[in-house]
C-alpha cells in the first residue's frame, strides 16, 4: 500500500457555484465557503479569467453540470434559458445513466472526494427519479 505523504503548501478553495447534491449554492453557502477560505493574497482564477470567460473545468465541475443539467428535466430546477420549469423524464433518466457509465468508467482513477461526489450525486438523482416515477404512477401518468 502506498504511503500517502501530507503537503503543508497546497489549498483547496471551492469555487463552484453548485453544492454536492447538485443544486446551486445559497448565497450564505457561497458566503461562508469564502469566510472558510480567506484569501492569501492571490486573486482567485475567476478574477483573472476575462470578463464573460466560462469558468475553468474540473472533474467535479463536470459531474456538477451533467447532475444539474438532470435536475431541471427531472422539473426540480427551472430551465436556466427559457426559466420554465418542465419534467422531461427520458432525457433525466438519459443524464442519470450517463453518470452511471462515468462513474463505472473512472471507478479507481478519481481522488476520494471526486469519487464521494459522484457516488452522492448519483445516488440523489437515482433517489428523485424514483420519486418522480412514483408520483407519476399514482397520478395515472
Known sequence: MKEHKEEKDFTVRDHRSFSAEGGEKKPQ????SAR???????RPREE?????????LDFSS??????TTAQ??????????TGQTARDL??????????????GKTRG??????QTLLDQVLFNLR???????????KSGG
Do not use: C, W
Not at 62 to 67: D, G, P, R
Open 48 to 56: 483573472q479569467r476575462p470578463a464573460g470567460a466560462p469558468p475553468d
Open 62 to 67: 463536470f459531474v456538477l453540470s451533467l447532475a
Open 127 to 137: 433517489m428523485h427519479y424514483v420519486r418522480v416515477m412514483e408520483e407519476k404512477k
Open 90 to 103: 427520458s432525457a433525466a433518466k438519459q443524464m442519470i445513466d450517463i453518470l452511471g457509465m462515468l462513474a
Open 29 to 32: 453557502e457561497q458566503a461562508q
Open 36 to 42: 472558510q477560505n480567506p484569501s492569501d493574497g492571490t
Open 109 to 114: 482513477n478519481l481522488s476520494e472526494e471526486e
Open 72 to 81: 431541471v428535466s427531472l422539473g426540480s430546477m427551472p430551465h436556466p434559458e
